[in-house]
Protein backbone atom coordinates (compact mmCIF):
# COMPACT_ATOMS: atom_id res chain seq x y z
CA UNK A 1 0.00 0.00 0.00
CA UNK A 2 1.27 3.16 -0.81
CA UNK A 3 1.36 6.16 1.74
CA UNK A 4 -0.72 8.96 1.77
CA UNK A 5 0.76 12.49 0.22
CA UNK A 6 2.45 14.11 2.52
CA UNK A 7 1.69 17.84 2.76
CA UNK A 8 4.99 18.53 0.56
CA UNK A 9 3.67 16.93 -1.97
CA UNK A 10 -0.38 18.44 -2.13
CA UNK A 11 0.99 22.06 -3.03
CA UNK A 12 1.71 21.07 -6.50
CA UNK A 13 -1.99 20.77 -7.22
CA UNK A 14 -2.25 24.28 -6.12
CA UNK A 15 -2.19 27.13 -7.92
CA UNK A 16 0.56 29.39 -7.98
CA UNK A 17 0.38 33.07 -6.85
CA UNK A 18 0.51 34.44 -10.36
CA UNK A 19 -2.52 32.49 -10.75
CA UNK A 20 -4.50 33.63 -8.19
CA UNK A 21 -3.65 37.01 -8.51
CA UNK A 22 -4.37 36.91 -12.06
CA UNK A 23 -7.84 35.33 -11.02
CA UNK A 24 -8.34 37.84 -8.46
CA UNK A 25 -7.67 41.03 -10.84
CA UNK A 26 -9.86 39.52 -13.47
CA UNK A 27 -13.15 39.22 -10.93
CA UNK A 28 -12.06 42.87 -9.51
CA UNK A 29 -11.95 44.10 -12.85
CA UNK A 30 -15.23 42.49 -14.51
CA UNK A 31 -17.02 42.96 -11.20
CA UNK A 32 -16.24 46.00 -9.84
CA UNK A 33 -13.88 48.38 -12.55
CA UNK A 34 -15.93 48.10 -15.96
CA UNK A 35 -19.06 48.74 -14.44
CA UNK A 36 -17.64 51.61 -12.71
CA UNK A 37 -15.61 52.50 -16.16
CA UNK A 38 -19.11 52.49 -17.98
CA UNK A 39 -20.91 54.33 -15.77
CA UNK A 40 -18.80 57.16 -16.00
CA UNK A 41 -18.56 57.71 -19.64
CA UNK A 42 -22.36 56.65 -19.94
CA UNK A 43 -23.22 59.40 -17.63
CA UNK A 44 -21.12 62.04 -19.47
CA UNK A 45 -22.51 61.14 -23.20
CA UNK A 46 -26.18 60.43 -21.88
CA UNK A 47 -26.63 61.08 -18.26
CA UNK A 48 -27.21 59.22 -15.17
CA UNK A 49 -30.45 57.32 -16.35
CA UNK A 50 -28.74 55.62 -19.48
CA UNK A 51 -25.78 55.25 -17.38
CA UNK A 52 -27.17 53.48 -14.26
CA UNK A 53 -28.83 50.59 -17.13
CA UNK A 54 -25.26 50.67 -19.33
CA UNK A 55 -23.28 49.32 -15.74
CA UNK A 56 -26.35 47.02 -15.14
CA UNK A 57 -26.38 45.51 -18.27
CA UNK A 58 -22.36 44.85 -18.10
CA UNK A 59 -22.98 43.28 -15.15
CA UNK A 60 -25.48 40.67 -16.45
CA UNK A 61 -23.84 40.17 -19.90
CA UNK A 62 -20.80 39.17 -17.99
CA UNK A 63 -23.27 36.41 -16.26
CA UNK A 64 -24.92 35.46 -19.19
CA UNK A 65 -21.27 34.88 -21.04
CA UNK A 66 -19.15 33.21 -17.80
CA UNK A 67 -22.46 30.44 -17.81
CA UNK A 68 -22.71 30.06 -21.51
CA UNK A 69 -18.68 29.35 -21.89
CA UNK A 70 -18.96 27.08 -19.46
CA UNK A 71 -17.09 29.51 -16.15
CA UNK A 72 -17.60 29.43 -13.03
CA UNK A 73 -19.01 32.49 -11.48
CA UNK A 74 -17.91 34.52 -9.15
CA UNK A 75 -19.64 35.19 -5.98
CA UNK A 76 -18.81 39.16 -6.11
CA UNK A 77 -20.15 39.24 -9.67
CA UNK A 78 -23.48 38.06 -8.44
CA UNK A 79 -23.04 40.55 -5.90
CA UNK A 80 -22.55 43.43 -7.76
CA UNK A 81 -25.02 42.61 -10.45
CA UNK A 82 -27.72 42.10 -7.14
CA UNK A 83 -26.76 45.24 -5.39
CA UNK A 84 -26.97 47.24 -9.20
CA UNK A 85 -30.16 45.85 -9.87
CA UNK A 86 -31.84 47.09 -6.50
CA UNK A 87 -30.15 50.65 -7.17
CA UNK A 88 -31.49 51.06 -10.39
CA UNK A 89 -35.17 49.47 -10.15
CA UNK A 90 -35.58 51.38 -7.02
CA UNK A 91 -34.60 54.86 -8.57
CA UNK A 92 -36.44 54.10 -11.36
CA UNK A 93 -39.65 53.56 -9.65
CA UNK A 94 -39.04 56.53 -6.82
CA UNK A 95 -37.45 58.47 -10.62
CA UNK A 96 -34.65 59.89 -8.10
CA UNK A 97 -31.01 59.90 -8.81
CA UNK A 98 -30.70 60.87 -4.93
CA UNK A 99 -31.60 57.26 -4.06
CA UNK A 100 -29.38 55.82 -7.21
CA UNK A 101 -26.12 56.89 -4.94
CA UNK A 102 -28.01 56.80 -1.30
CA UNK A 103 -28.01 53.20 -1.91
CA UNK A 104 -24.46 52.24 -1.79
CA UNK A 105 -24.24 54.29 1.19
CA UNK A 106 -26.42 51.93 2.76
CA UNK A 107 -24.91 49.17 0.83
CA UNK A 108 -22.18 49.85 2.77
CA UNK A 109 -23.38 50.14 5.77
CA UNK A 110 -24.89 46.89 5.60
CA UNK A 111 -21.94 45.10 4.69
CA UNK A 112 -19.84 46.53 7.27
CA UNK A 113 -22.31 45.52 9.59
CA UNK A 114 -22.31 41.98 7.79
CA UNK A 115 -18.23 41.75 8.08
CA UNK A 116 -18.67 42.56 11.82
CA UNK A 117 -21.22 40.15 12.88
CA UNK A 118 -19.45 37.24 11.15
CA UNK A 119 -16.19 37.84 13.00
CA UNK A 120 -18.46 36.00 16.27
CA UNK A 121 -18.98 33.23 13.88
CA UNK A 122 -16.26 29.82 13.02
CA UNK A 123 -16.08 31.60 9.65
CA UNK A 124 -15.44 35.69 8.80
CA UNK A 125 -17.02 36.87 5.73
CA UNK A 126 -13.29 36.83 4.15
CA UNK A 127 -12.92 33.48 4.90
CA UNK A 128 -16.23 32.63 3.07
CA UNK A 129 -15.17 34.93 -0.08
CA UNK A 130 -11.58 33.53 -0.15
CA UNK A 131 -12.96 30.51 -2.04
CA UNK A 132 -13.48 32.62 -5.17
CA UNK A 133 -10.40 33.37 -5.79
CA UNK A 134 -8.20 30.05 -4.39
CA UNK A 135 -9.54 26.67 -4.15
CA UNK A 136 -9.75 26.37 0.04
CA UNK A 137 -9.33 23.03 1.65
CA UNK A 138 -10.12 22.11 5.33
CA UNK A 139 -6.56 21.57 5.91
CA UNK A 140 -5.83 24.90 4.86
CA UNK A 141 -8.98 26.69 6.81
CA UNK A 142 -8.00 25.32 10.10
CA UNK A 143 -4.84 26.74 9.89
CA UNK A 144 -3.92 29.23 12.71
CA UNK A 145 -2.55 31.85 11.17
CA UNK A 146 -5.11 31.74 8.28
CA UNK A 147 -7.46 32.11 10.95
CA UNK A 148 -6.04 34.81 12.21
CA UNK A 149 -5.30 36.37 8.83
CA UNK A 150 -9.34 35.81 7.57
CA UNK A 151 -10.42 37.37 11.38
CA UNK A 152 -8.12 40.84 10.82
CA UNK A 153 -8.80 41.55 7.24
CA UNK A 154 -12.75 40.90 7.89
CA UNK A 155 -12.38 43.46 10.64
CA UNK A 156 -10.38 45.65 8.46
CA UNK A 157 -13.05 45.31 5.35
CA UNK A 158 -15.38 46.25 8.32
CA UNK A 159 -13.94 49.29 8.76
CA UNK A 160 -13.58 50.17 5.00
CA UNK A 161 -16.91 49.94 4.35
CA UNK A 162 -17.68 52.23 6.89
CA UNK A 163 -15.64 54.59 6.27
CA UNK A 164 -16.66 54.74 2.56
CA UNK A 165 -20.35 55.47 3.89
CA UNK A 166 -19.84 58.21 6.09
CA UNK A 167 -17.56 59.87 3.37
CA UNK A 168 -19.62 59.54 0.53
CA UNK A 169 -22.94 60.15 2.92
CA UNK A 170 -20.99 63.74 3.40
CA UNK A 171 -20.42 63.88 -0.17
CA UNK A 172 -23.85 63.19 -1.67
CA UNK A 173 -25.01 65.80 1.13
CA UNK A 174 -22.76 68.45 0.25
CA UNK A 175 -21.58 68.36 -3.19
CA UNK A 176 -23.25 68.89 -6.57
CA UNK A 177 -24.09 66.11 -8.47
CA UNK A 178 -21.68 66.81 -10.98
CA UNK A 179 -18.54 67.11 -8.83
CA UNK A 180 -20.32 64.27 -6.76
CA UNK A 181 -19.96 61.34 -9.59
CA UNK A 182 -16.23 62.63 -10.34
CA UNK A 183 -15.67 62.59 -6.83
CA UNK A 184 -16.94 59.09 -6.34
CA UNK A 185 -15.56 57.51 -9.42
CA UNK A 186 -12.11 58.16 -8.34
CA UNK A 187 -12.24 58.06 -4.75
CA UNK A 188 -13.97 54.85 -4.46
CA UNK A 189 -12.01 52.73 -6.57
CA UNK A 190 -9.13 54.24 -5.42
CA UNK A 191 -10.06 53.58 -1.38
CA UNK A 192 -11.02 49.75 -2.91
CA UNK A 193 -7.63 49.52 -4.64
CA UNK A 194 -6.21 50.49 -1.76
CA UNK A 195 -7.76 47.70 0.64
CA UNK A 196 -7.70 44.80 -2.01
CA UNK A 197 -3.52 45.31 -1.70
CA UNK A 198 -3.20 45.69 1.77
CA UNK A 199 -5.33 42.28 1.99
CA UNK A 200 -3.30 40.65 -1.25
CA UNK A 201 0.02 41.58 1.14
CA UNK A 202 -1.19 40.47 4.29
CA UNK A 203 -2.05 37.20 2.77
CA UNK A 204 1.12 36.91 1.10
CA UNK A 205 3.02 37.07 4.27
CA UNK A 206 1.22 34.96 5.91
CA UNK A 207 1.28 32.27 3.12
CA UNK A 208 5.25 32.80 3.58
CA UNK A 209 5.22 32.10 7.54
CA UNK A 210 3.23 28.92 6.54
CA UNK A 211 5.70 27.74 3.71
CA UNK A 212 3.09 28.58 0.96
CA UNK A 213 5.00 30.35 -1.37
CA UNK A 214 8.24 30.55 -2.82
CA UNK A 215 9.98 28.49 -6.06
CA UNK A 216 9.33 26.05 -6.29
CA UNK A 217 6.40 25.62 -4.04
CA UNK A 218 2.64 27.12 -5.14
CA UNK A 219 1.99 30.33 -3.62
CA UNK A 220 -1.33 30.97 -1.74
CA UNK A 221 -3.38 34.18 -2.00
CA UNK A 222 -6.65 35.45 -0.06
CA UNK A 223 -8.22 38.17 -1.69
CA UNK A 224 -11.89 39.75 0.03
Not at 58 to 67: C, V
Not at 81 to 89: D, E, H, I, Q, Y
Not at 110 to 116: E, G, N, Q, R, S
Not at 121 to 147: H, I, K, N, Q, W
Request: aromatic residues 8%; proline residues 6%; hydrophobic residues 60%.
Amino acid sequence: MQPLPTHDALPATRPRLRTVLRRLSVSLTVACVVPAVLFLAAYELAGVWPAMLVAMAWSYGAIAWRAATGRRTSGLLVLTSAVLTGRTVIALVAHSTFFYFLQPIITDSVVAAAFLLSLATARPLVARLAGDFYPMDAELSLRPRLRRLFWHLTAMWAVVCLAKAAAMFWALSSLSLDTFVLVKSISMPAANLLAVAVTIGAAVLVARKEGLVGAPQPALAVAA
